[in-house]
């Protein structure tokens, strides 16, 4: 397979700085911590909206998490990108007077504080939307703002362990597993975005704004699909099949010759039967059980000895060009250092380089989708603490002997 090593997109090129962003005009307060509630907003950040993110001055734990490079943190820069970032110690009554004058100029709170927390603080929406009753208050939780569970601390895991999802991961005779990066905050991030989007389009015909309530746990059981409904009519709880589908085979992952694994997938019956003509077993497309997914999957073991028996006598290049040649879905499972090199992913400028002041440089992904008119962009990374202090707080008329005396006392 042809490579070409990734790098060469600059972050600013992918935007026609000429255009207008989408979301110019938007402003955002960040307020939440880690991932979810954070995710959401950088979304917008990268369609133009104007997003400030508001840490405690000990910084925001996302910092600590994850690979480091010369101390820097290098989740945060990709997390935070797009951002501009102030300390605010929202504990004190300082800082909930700033906060409320940030909110009185923002069209959007993010904040994923347990429930009730804000209120103590004398920053709930009733206080909130007094000042600015045009606000959005985005309230992202593990478990909602009411119910038995909503005082839980609430992280992902715990969502991708309460939706079903790790019921059924793993091998049939194994424990269930998680996944091992945040899989629930980036879907309950991404859902949260959508939400935003939604009140924004909404308060264009009332004029007012409103209180989105998301816990993560119900955006990751909406992630599962049809599960609640396939109970309810069958009966049937999914159990774990490993890298097998109870919908349909051949489906799984299967090593090369050269020692590297394929993925392949036949959701599609006209998918399988090139499959089994690609692998010389067109005779098992005339068995009755073929022509129905769940019923091939029943003959898993059968259809997977064809299918690897003969993925296994070839290199992976090999097995690729060949299924490319029947019109069949396969696919390399690539590692990071293969994304990349891969062609495919450089075609579409999925990772870009970012000019950075604490990094001189670093590559990541670039935005998840293309406008064709008006494109987001990543314009620079995560900021270090407190940057843009002077700049967001002056702005509400704060002098810089003020400033000074407010990080002096632990407000910033």
Do not use: C
Not at 18 to 25: H, I, T, V
Not at 353 to 375: Q, W, Y
């Amino acid at each position: 397979m042809a490579t070409v090593e990734i790098g060469d997109v600059d972050a600013g090129a992918v935007s026609d700085a000429s255009k207008r962003a989408p979301l110019d005009g938007i402003r955002v307060i960040d307020a939440a911590t880690l991932f979810a509630g954070p995710l959401s907003a950088t979304m917008l950040a990268d369609y133009g909206a104007d997003v400030i993110k508001v840490e405690h001055p000990d910084g925001d734990p996302a910092r600590k998490y994850g690979a480091r490079r010369d101390d820097v943190p290098l989740w945060w820069k990709v997390l935070a990108r797009n951002k501009r970032a102030v300390t605010l110690n929202l504990g004190t009554a300082d800082g909930q007077r700033i906060f409320r004058e940030l909110a009185a100029q923002a069209d959007v709170v993010v904040e994923n504080f347990r429930p009730g927390t804000l209120e103590r603080w004398g920053l709930g929406y009733d206080v909130l939307s007094a000042i600015n009753p045009r606000l959005v208050l985005v309230r992202v939780t593990g478990f909602g703002q009411f119910g038995p569970y909503a005082s839980r601390p609430g992280f992902g895991t715990l969502a991708e362990a309460m939706s079903g999802l790790a019921s059924i991961t793993g091998e049939a005779d194994g424990p269930p597993l998680l996944p091992s990066f945040p899989l629930a905050d980036t879907v309950a991030g991404l859902t949260a975005a959508f939400a935003i989007m939604t009140a924004l389009k909404a308060r264009e015909h009332t004029g007012r704004g409103q209180v989105v309530d998301l816990a993560i746990i119900e955006t990751m059981l909406a992630a599962m699909g049809a599960q609640v409904a396939s109970y309810d009519q069958t009966g049937r709880v999914p159990e774990r099949t490993g890298n097998r589908s109870p919908n349909n085979s051949p489906r799984g992952v299967y090593r090369t010759s050269d020692g590297k694994w394929v993925a392949l997938s036949t959701s599609a019956h006209s998918i399988a039967e090139r499959v089994m003509r690609l692998v010389g077993r067109a005779d098992l497309i005339d068995e009755p059980w073929f022509a129905n997914g769940a019923e091939r999957a029943q003959h898993a073991d059968e259809l997977d000895a064809a299918v690897g028996g003969w993925i296994g006598q070839r290199t992976r290049d090999e097995v690729i060009a060949e299924f490319e040649r029947a019109q069949a879905a396969v696919a390399p499972i690539y590692d990071v250092a293969d994304v990349l090199r891969d062609p495919q992913y450089a075609a579409l400028g999925s990772v870009v380089s970012v000019p950075d002041a604490e990094l001189g440089a670093f590559r990541t992904h670039n935005v998840p989708f293309r406008l064709s008119d008006t494109p987001g962009a990543i314009r620079w990374g995560g900021p270090a603490r407190g940057t843009h202090n002077d700049e967001v707080f002056g702005a509400l008329g704060l002098e810089r002997r003020e400033i000074a005396d407010l990080t002096e006392r632990g407000v910033l």
